[in-house]
């Protein structure tokens, strides 16, 4: 259909032509140009002559002009020109503005001016939103930013998002975030929009006391107008940080409120925040909206592994020292924790496991017999009181309910051919003393493992020929049975990575698969490029999973961090980059762990 304006409208071709020409124009001819067509345009619009529309706001009568408010207005361009019955009227009534607004629109459309006072303000960038005129627009976001203070803040937040004004978004939402802690309990709060009061519980700089007030907010907000409003409380739960919620808060206040049990969604995140709480040996595990960090949190998610100086840098001193480096995702940084002490250096082939935010350190080549413990806390490493009953390397170590587990692995001190164990340990965190606890179907060593439950899956290993096996064995600690429950149909050696109820699996050959486990085995579910093998570390953040990539030229060397979004129907391998040059090299273990900020300040050797 062809398109509908007045006889001798300009089309977009002539206004173009226009443009052309004054590009060709010098720059004095320009301006002549330019204040002569201002002075015409501004008497015109003073007297009304030859005006072609009469715009009525309020009752009162405004003669314009069609081509000056199309040249100055998006919105009444499309007006004109769209074939609607505005094109040929010479009569427009406008009932969403006021006449003394209209009539500073109207005097800056016709002469550039910017009448904006206290006043008139708010009015004026309503109106000039609703009539996309962007500079003016932006005139008045400057000078509402200008204005901004913790007593209106959140007024001019809402009108921000109303009009999408980046500018002054951009201005008063830190007052807002900041300032949360005083406006919560505000009539102001209450009269916010659902997708206002969304934008600011989601924020991860949002800064408030502690999380419990963002539930006693979001809850206020709900019961201001319950029967509109309870449909949105799973989407704001959703967004709620219960990792910093106290158990006593959850039990005595969430769990007796009707608003929350009477959703299914919330009750899930309620229980969520329970089996946090109840599983320490599985919080590491945690990876939902509700176990983000917010920055202003004393601690931070961060990828952890145990490293070696840097022998370029550190000298002989350090000479097969292993230390803790950590990734700030925040800082985009390495960072050096404190490093293992030199008399318990515990060599190689040694195993790490997260049990609530510490670190528990198994075996090795130097130390065989040793378990390490790491304090998150206090930053500090300490060798626990009680060796193992047999030294281990390349073995299985888990953590379950209050307890660590150790798995098969070698004997580094008897012969080859007669140094695979099939034995499992426990330790007793709490008890501080190990015991037997049972045997593998098959003694295995650098075999993968996962927790389900109170199940210890041990997949595939080497046997005692040097053979890899594909048996998938379960040992579970209430029986002290072990037993082959499926087959791996994957080239080996394997690593697992397990988060959000989820277990993953790579393969020598890159193959991502899931575990099931109705069917107890793997089903593929993506493959990484050649060049991203192999992989030295396989680990979590926020719900994505994150590889740490060998170098091609130097196969246990790292080289990059890679990380997939697996729930993107097609999920693509994306590079972090840190910002410093220095990074970890070798990875002997990778996990992912929350630490205090206050630890993150070295980024080359600790201590220096």
Same mark, same amino acid.
């Given at each position: 259909?062809?398109?509908?304006?007045?006889?001798?409208?300009?089309?977009?071709?002539?206004?173009?032509?226009?443009?052309?020409?004054?590009?060709?124009? %010098?720059?004095?001819?320009?301006?002549?140009?330019?204040?002569?067509?201002?002075?015409?345009?501004?008497?015109?619009?003073?007297?009304?002559?030859?005006?072609?529309?009469?715009?009525?706001?309020?009752?009162?009568?405004?003669?314009? !002009?069609?081509?000056?408010?199309?040249?100055?207005?998006?919105?009444?361009?499309?007006?004109?020109?769209?074939?609607?019955?505005?094109?040929?009227?010479?009569?427009?009534? =406008?009932?969403?503005?006021?006449?003394?607004?209209?009539?500073?629109?109207?005097?800056?459309?016709?002469? *550039?001016?910017?009448?904006?006072?206290?006043?008139?303000?708010?009015?004026?960038?309503?109106?000039?939103?609703?009539?996309?005129?962007?500079?003016?627009?932006?005139?008045?976001?400057? @000078?509402?930013?200008?204005?901004?203070?913790? +007593?209106?803040?959140?007024?001019?937040?809402?009108?921000?998002?109303?009009?999408?004004?980046?500018?002054?978004? +951009?201005?008063? !939402?830190?007052?807002?975030?900041?300032? @949360?802690?005083?406006?919560?309990?505000?009539?102001?709060?209450?009269?916010?929009?659902?997708?206002?009061?969304?934008?600011?519980?989601?924020?991860?700089?949002?800064? #408030?006391?502690?999380?419990?007030?963002?539930?006693?907010?979001?809850?206020?907000?709900?019961?201001?107008?319950?029967?509109?409003?309870?449909? !949105?409380?799973?989407?704001?739960?959703?967004?709620?940080?219960?990792?910093?919620?106290?158990?006593?808060?959850?039990?005595? +206040?969430?769990?007796?409120?009707?608003?929350?049990?009477?959703?299914?969604?919330?009750?899930?995140?309620?229980?969520?925040?329970?089996?946090?709480?109840?599983?320490?040996?599985?919080?590491?595990?945690?990876?939902?909206?509700?176990?983000?960090?917010?920055?202003?949190?004393?601690?931070?998610?961060?990828?952890?592994?145990?490293?070696?100086?840097?022998?370029?840098?550190? *000298?002989?001193?350090?000479?097969?020292?292993?230390?803790?480096?950590?990734? %700030?995702?925040?800082?985009?940084?390495?960072?050096?924790?404190?490093?293992? #002490?030199?008399?318990?250096?515990?060599?190689?082939?040694?195993?790490?496991?997260?049990?609530?935010?510490?670190?528990?350190?198994?075996?090795?080549?130097?130390?065989?017999?040793?378990?390490? !413990?790491?304090?998150?806390?206090?930053?500090?490493?300490?060798?626990?009181?009680?060796?193992?009953?047999?030294?281990?390397?390349?073995?299985?170590?888990?953590?379950?309910?209050?307890?660590?587990?150790?798995?098969?692995?070698?004997?580094?001190?008897?012969?080859?051919?007669?140094?695979?164990? *099939?034995?499992?340990?426990?330790?007793?965190?709490?008890?501080?003393?190990?015991?037997?606890?049972?045997?593998?179907?098959?003694?295995?060593?650098?075999?993968?493992?996962?927790?389900?439950?109170?199940?210890?899956?041990?997949?595939?290993?080497?046997?005692?020929?040097?053979?890899?096996?594909?048996?998938?064995?379960?040992?579970?600690?209430?029986?002290?049975?072990?037993?082959?429950?499926?087959?791996?149909?994957?080239?080996?050696?394997?690593?697992?990575?397990?988060?959000?109820?989820?277990?993953?699996?790579?393969?020598?050959?890159?193959?991502? %698969?899931?575990?099931?486990?109705?069917?107890?085995?793997?089903?593929?579910? $993506?493959?990484? %490029?050649?060049?991203?093998?192999?992989? =030295?570390?396989? $680990?979590?953040?926020?719900?994505?999973?994150?590889?740490?990539?060998?170098?091609?030229?130097?196969?246990?060397v790292f080289s990059q961090m890679i990380q997939i979004d697996l729930r993107k129907s097609l999920p693509r391998a994306e590079i972090v980059s840190p910002q410093n040059n220095t990074k970890p090299k070798p990875i002997h273990a990778c996990t992912r762990n929350i630490i205090n900020k206050q630890f993150l300040s070295h980024t080359v050797i600790y201590g220096r």
């Amino acid at each position: 259909m062809a398109e509908s304006r007045d006889p001798g409208w300009p089309g977009r071709s002539q206004f173009n032509m226009g443009q052309s020409f004054l590009d060709r124009m %010098s720059d004095s001819a320009r301006k002549r140009y330019m204040e002569s067509m201002m002075a015409g345009i501004m008497e015109l619009g003073m007297d009304g002559q030859n005006s072609d529309i009469e715009i009525i706001v309020e009752g009162q009568s405004f003669p314009c !002009h069609k081509i000056l408010l199309a040249a100055g207005s998006p919105y009444f361009r499309s007006m004109f020109s769209s074939g609607m019955m505005e094109t040929t009227s010479n009569r427009l009534e =406008l009932p969403d503005i006021e006449k003394n607004t209209f009539e500073a629109f109207k005097t800056y459309i016709y002469t *550039g001016q910017e009448n904006i006072n206290k006043e008139n303000v708010v009015e004026l960038l309503r109106a000039a939103a609703l009539f996309q005129v962007q500079a003016l627009q932006e005139s008045c976001e400057e @000078f509402l930013s200008k204005e901004i203070d913790t +007593e209106n803040c959140l007024e001019i937040f809402k009108l921000a998002r109303q009009f999408g004004c980046k500018i002054l978004l +951009e201005k008063c !939402h830190p007052y807002v975030l900041e300032g @949360f802690n005083g406006m919560w309990k505000t009539t102001e709060f209450d009269e916010l929009d659902f997708d206002d009061v969304m934008s600011i519980v989601k924020d991860d700089d949002l800064d #408030p006391v502690d999380e419990e007030q963002i539930c006693e907010a979001v809850i206020r907000w709900v019961k201001a107008d319950v029967k509109r409003r309870e449909k !949105h409380i799973s989407s704001l739960f959703r967004y709620v940080r219960l990792i910093n919620i106290t158990p006593e808060y959850l039990i005595s +206040e969430l769990y007796t409120e009707d608003l929350l049990i009477d959703d299914v969604n919330c009750c899930n995140f309620l229980d969520e925040a329970r089996d946090y709480h109840m599983l320490p040996a599985r919080q590491n595990e945690f990876c939902s909206n509700r176990f983000y960090l917010r920055n202003s949190d004393d601690l931070e998610e961060v990828t952890m592994v145990i490293t070696e100086y840097d022998m370029e840098k550190s *000298g002989t001193f350090y000479q097969d020292a292993k230390c803790l480096w950590a990734y %700030s995702f925040n800082q985009n940084k390495w960072f050096t924790l404190k490093p293992i #002490p030199q008399d318990k250096n515990p060599g190689l082939d040694f195993q790490v496991v997260t049990f609530r935010r510490d670190l528990y350190l198994a075996g090795g080549t130097e130390n065989s017999k040793n378990l390490l !413990h790491y304090d998150s806390e206090r930053n500090e490493w300490n060798l626990c009181e009680v060796q193992m009953k047999r030294g281990r390397i390349c073995h299985v170590m888990a953590a379950v309910r209050e307890s660590i587990y150790i798995i098969g692995g070698k004997n580094p001190k008897a012969k080859e051919g007669k140094n695979v164990l *099939g034995s499992v340990e426990e330790y007793s965190i709490l008890g501080r003393k190990w015991r037997i606890m049972g045997e593998l179907v098959t003694a295995v060593h650098s075999a993968a493992s996962m927790v389900i439950g109170d199940k210890i899956y041990i997949i595939g290993g080497v046997d005692q020929n040097g053979q890899y096996v594909r048996d998938i064995q379960v040992f579970e600690i209430r029986t002290r049975e072990c037993q082959v429950v499926g087959q791996l149909d994957l080239e080996q050696p394997v690593i697992v990575s397990s988060f959000g109820r989820l277990n993953f699996i790579i393969d020598a050959k890159g193959d991502i %698969s899931k575990f099931d486990i109705a069917k107890q085995d793997f089903s593929p579910l $993506t493959k990484l %490029s050649p060049s991203y093998l192999p992989i =030295l570390g396989f $680990t979590h953040y926020r719900g994505r999973i994150l590889l740490l990539s060998a170098s091609p030229k130097k196969k246990d060397v790292f080289s990059q961090m890679i990380q997939i979004d697996l729930r993107k129907s097609l999920p693509r391998a994306e590079i972090v980059s840190p910002q410093n040059n220095t990074k970890p090299k070798p990875i002997h273990a990778c996990t992912r762990n929350i630490i205090n900020k206050q630890f993150l300040s070295h980024t080359v050797i600790y201590g220096r």
